[in-house]
T-cell receptor
Framework: DTAVSQTPKYLVTQMGNDKSIKCEQNLGHDTMYWYKQDSKKFLKIMFSYNNKELIINETVPNRFSPKSPDKAHLNLHINSLELGDSAVYFCASSQGGASWDEQFFGPGTRLTVL | GENVEQHPSTLSVQEGDSAVIKCTYS??????FPWYKQELGKGPQLIID?????GEKKDQRIAVTLNKTAKHFSLHITETQPEDSAVYFC???????????FGQGTRLTINP
């Protein structure tokens, strides 16, 4: 199936731990994104990469570090997890880097920090 | 920067009736307005979009209207069906911008 996939789907961890979420797209897109969706469903962009180059870096704590080993992958590493990091994290991709390009979202990773 | 307000936050309609969700935006330079649908347990999916050179766009039972003067746009769903139940997000951006700014979302429930 052509899609955006994320692993894991669920992640439960203790405060202070370090965790990673992986994302892969096989759509041949040039741009990938990370979004955070809080408990009220508010959807906010965190990062975007175009051909492995960081394009958007919103006001996100530097405990969050995205890494793009190639244009098909964009992983999110989170250090020293806090309770407020609990949310659903969505990876997305688009053909180009323009906001007018349709974004294809992955199924999400629900992160719970205890 | 752009700010998008979406109303209502929840909407419940009887099957077969119409549903309308409204959004306002703040940046007069915005000229692209997509709508995304998020079903339970899934990521958002684009269902329709409109650019500022048109005032209305329709695709089967869904339509979007845009009023650039008032800086608001709306999603209209006619003859609603149970599978329309989902969270709907509006968004706005302008050409050259590299990100979408999303509204807060509307949880639509279709009652049988």
């Amino acid at each position: 199936d052509t899609a955006v996939s994320q692993t894991p789907k669920y992640l439960v961890t203790q405060m202070g731990n370090d965790k990673s979420i992986k994302c892969e797209q096989n759509l041949g897109h040039d741009t990938m994104y990370w979004y955070k969706q809080d408990s009220k469903k508010f959807l906010k962009i965190m990062f975007s990469y175009n051909n492995k180059e960081l394009i958007i870096n919103e006001t996100v704590p530097n405990r969050f570090s995205p890494k793009s080993p190639d244009k098909a992958h964009l992983n999110l590493h989170i250090n020293s997890l806090e309770l407020g990091d609990s949310a659903v994290y969505f990876c997305a991709s688009s053909q180009g880097g323009a906001s007018w390009d349709e974004q294809f979202f992955g199924p999400g990773t629900r992160l719970t920090v205890l | 920067g752009e700010n998008v307000e979406q109303h209502p936050s929840t909407l419940s309609v009887q099957e077969g009736d119409s549903a309308v969700i409204k959004c306002t935006y703040s940046d007069s330079a915005s000229n692209y307005f997509p709508w995304y649908k998020q079903e339970l347990g899934k990521g958002p999916q684009l269902i329709i979009d409109i650019r500022s050179n048109v005032g209305e766009k329709k695709d089967q039972r869904i339509a979007v209207t845009l009023n650039k003067t008032a800086k608001h746009f709306s999603l209209h769903i006619t003859e609603t069906q149970p599978e329309d139940s989902a969270v709907y997000f509006c968004a706005a951006s302008h050409q050259g911008a590299q990100k979408l700014v999303f509204g807060q979302g509307t949880r639509l429930t279709i009652n049988p």
